[in-house]
């Protein structure tokens, strides 16, 4: 989405849990506590992805984002589904999602990522806002063999 900035990323606090509980210092029922309300926001409003949920391995975890902020009045900490938010984002001025992964199975759940939305990110600047860092870094060669 055009206008997402700040993106607060939570995969390193995932992988600490999930190591947590592969060395048996918590157990899979504390951390398998999605609510009801969590489970019913990933059954309407969710977006299935094809990765395995890191538990169970029997089904694929559901993405929820949650969006908050004034502007949103009584709507804020509500869920919506992933195709309402660039619609949000050009209406509001400035909302924040919360992405959080849910196992329809085992009821898995966790913090996935964090963002601002809205119309403030197409203000000032064009590039600060929207930089993205390329883990892997390195451009894609390009060979030239000189061959007409
Ligand atoms: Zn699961």
Redesign the pocket.
Known sequence: MRTQRQVVDYSLQKRAVLRELLAGRIGAYDV?DASPYLKNAARFHGEPTDQ????????N?IHVHYIYGDELKQSAGQARTRAELPVLAMTLREFQVFVVEV??????NHLVEQFLLGRDGLAGGTEDAAEQETASGSTPRRRREAQR
Request: glycine share 6%; hydrophobic share 20%.
């Open positions: 398998c395995r949920c890191p538990i169970c391995r029997s089904e975890l196992c329809p199975g085992c009821d898995w």
